[in-house]
């Protein structure tokens, strides 16, 4: 069972909207935290990214078996009505 384009690109928008919302999170909770630390500039960048990388990961994790879980849902649905 591929997963259709139409899937696919909503999917992708939702991942896009949630990843605005999870961004402004982390960017407000996390980068005052650094504003008195003695790290480096360069210090606080790989820590940074290192964060946000981790919460895409799992983001995208949980946005992929949610819309999989959906289309199954869907095919399981078609399946019945038949």
Known sequence: MKQRKLH???????????????????????LPAFRHSRLTDSQIALLVTAMFTVVSLIRQYFIRRLFNWWHHKEEELKEKTR
């Open 8 to 30: 696919s690109l909503g999917e992708a928008v939702f991942n896009i909207f949630v990843s605005i919302g999870f961004a402004y999170a982390l960017n407000i909770t996390a």
